[in-house]
Each structure stands twice: as C-alpha cells, then as structure tokens.
C-alpha cells in the first residue's frame, strides 16, 4: 500500500510539475546507437559473436561485451557514469550477459531466497557457506563487519564493473583486456555498510536507526576536500544470524545545513546551482548516494541537520504537496518542482545534528 501511495504521488507529481520552469529534462529514451556486442570467449581465447538464438547453457566458455575501440568503451562509461543508478543496469540490455554488476543483483536474490527457504539456524549457515563459496573470487563480503551478510562488487564505485562479466573481462577491437578492479568494497557500499561512529572533529557525520533490531538504516554527510557535499543512505534487514541489504525501500532526506550551495545535475552530466532543495526522495531504493551542493567560498566547515525518513517511518495517511523537492524515478536525471508525497513528519525522522569540518 505504502509502494502504490508513492507511485500515485508521483504520478500526480508529474502532472503538477510540467509547467515548473525549473523542472531538469527528463531523458526516457531507449533507443540509443549499440555501442557494443556481447561476444564468446571460447576456452581457447577465440572471440565470437553469440547467436541471439542460442542459450546459455549452448555457449562455450565466458561472455563479454565486445566494443569495436577504445573510443567507444569510453563513451560508454561516460554514459554509464553520468546516469542515476537506478538506470546503470539496463544499459546493458542482453539476455546472454551478466555485467559484475548484475551479479551481485542476482546474487543478492539468490541471498533471499537461501534466508526464506532455510528452515532452521544450521541449515542457513550450511546453504550460506555454500553461497559464499559460490561468489568467492567474484563478489566480496564485509570485512570491516562480521554481521553483515551480503555480497558486494568489488570496486563497485568503478562504473566499468557494469561493463565487464565476472571474471573482470571486456573485448576491445580484437583484443580481451582484464580490468584491475580493488578487492574491496567500494567507498560508497563502506559509507553506509561499514559503518563507524566517529568523535571529535571530522569531514563527515554518521548515523544510524533501527526499528525493533529488524530494520537498519545508516547515513553519512559527506565533506569532501573538492568542497562537494554528498548524502549517503543504506537500508538493511535481519535475517537469521546477521543482516543484509534491504533494496527495496523508498528514502527521503532533507539537509539543511550551512553555509552551502544546493545544486543539480543537468542533460549533459554538469553540476549546476539551485536556490534551494527542502526534500530528496527516492523510490524503491536501498542505497543512496547523492551529491547535494557544495560548500561555499570561503567557508571551512558545515553545520545542519540531516532528517532522513524510509517508507517505514513516513506517515503514509497523509499526502503533503510540498515545493522544492527533487525526486529521482525511473529516468536518466531525476526531476525538480513541486511534489506531492507522504507527509514527513520531523518528529519520525533519524539523522541529527552535525558539524563536519573541510580536511584538504
């Protein structure tokens, strides 16, 4: 009910916001030049194009995409990067290839199902063991916390990790190249999954809510030494003997905080100013990144309030119009105006006040 309530709001929101002179160009199509072709790696290092026809389990040794230069590879992670997450997936639209992206998506489900099925303590840590051992070599798990269950990609911030299969591999011309990718989480998976309660002065504020030791939610302010200020949000669930990323969630935050600059992303991937933004939110989602401004000239510390509400904490019985509000669907950039969405209650939100400090 919670889902289909935000769906109305938005849809209505799209109406009421078609003729806000600052709404940013919403970006829907599909058809783009193919830029690349998934291809065979046969066991002898053979490069062939796959048959649409054929199925897995028909194909010989590993796929790839296949770009026809170099030039074309980078446009495609200067594509990739300039788009919201929630699009970075179906970029690669090809039933017969799996990016290491998409394999941490599948693996998490698999990861559900295992937590769903498992019918007493010792039979999920035998099937959980059997799962770790599965990915191990491909995804990673959580070093820096031993409750956290969940596989992650390594060097997931690298956009190329949409690009290339499991074992790191994409075809350039006629030539197979191997990614160097860190085996480690990514910084952004770190902000919210690894998550570390710091005291003193510091560049950034975390924080962190649970409803009934089932829920999680963990934030992070950022202040980065470029002076960019980025929100971090990340839900996770109980299950069994730890937890594990819960990505279905709708999220919505309001920084208010200064001295900064609020600012958006337009058609072209550049950054530009913004008067003001009062709420964020974003649908179906369980992490969030998102830079939100920048510190103004001058200044060398932040000082606020970060309020952040899941569909869980929002009341849902009552339907707000608010102004100034930038919600990321599904489109390449997201959109600004005026929103109608479940009311945000301060007295439901997490988060709290913070300073944090410009570290160069």
Request: net charge negative; hydrophobic share 35%.
């Amino acid at each position: 009910m919670k889902k289909l309530l935000f769906l109305t709001a938005i849809a209505l929101a799209a109406i009421s916001c078609q003729d806000e002179e600052n709404n940013l160009p919403i970006d829907n199509s599909s058809s783009q030049p193919q830029k690349f072709q998934v291809v065979q790696i046969t066991d002898q290092g053979e490069i062939i194009p796959t048959d649409n026809s054929k199925t897995r389990s028909s194909i010989q040794g590993e796929t790839a995409l296949q770009f026809a230069s170099e030039a074309d590879y980078q446009l495609s992670l200067k594509e990739i990067n300039d788009m919201q997450s929630c699009n970075r997936l179906a970029y690669v639209d090809a039933n017969d290839f799996i990016s290491l992206q998409e394999l941490a998506v599948k693996a998490d489900e698999e990861l559900e199902e295992i937590a769903n099925t498992a019918t007493s303590e010792s039979d999920f840590k035998t099937k959980y063991s059997q799962y770790v051992e599965k990915y191990k070599g491909l995804l990673v798990t959580n070093k820096y916390d031993n409750e956290d269950l969940s596989l992650y990609v390594p060097d997931g911030d690298n956009v190329s990790t949409y690009l290339v299969n499991s074992n790191r591999k994409v075809v350039i011309g006629n030539e197979v190249k191997k990614i160097s990718l860190s085996d480690d989480m990514s910084e952004s998976d770190k902000a919210v999954y690894a998550y570390t309660p710091l005291s003193g002065e510091t560049n950034h504020f975390n924080f962190q809510n649970f409803i009934e030791d089932k829920k999680k939610t963990t934030g992070r302010v950022d202040l980065e030494s470029s002076r960019v200020i980025k929100v971090h949000v990340g839900c996770q669930k109980k299950t069994w003997h730890g937890w594990k990323r819960d990505n279905h969630r709708d999220v919505y935050f309001q920084l208010d905080a200064a001295p900064m600059f609020f600012e958006l992303r337009n058609v072209a991937g550049v950054y530009y100013p913004v008067d003001y933004i009062r709420f964020h939110a974003f649908r179906n989602n369980g992490k969030i990144e998102f830079r939100t401004g920048g510190l103004k000239l001058d200044a060398t510390s932040l000082s606020g309030t970060i309020s952040v509400w899941t569909d869980l904490t929002v009341n849902t019985s009552e339907q707000v119009s608010y102004k100034n509000v930038y919600v990321d669907y599904e489109g390449k950039y997201g959109n600004y105006g005026i929103y109608t969405l479940p009311k945000l209650d301060p007295s439901n939100a997490y988060g709290g006040e913070f300073t944090v400090v410009l570290i160069k």
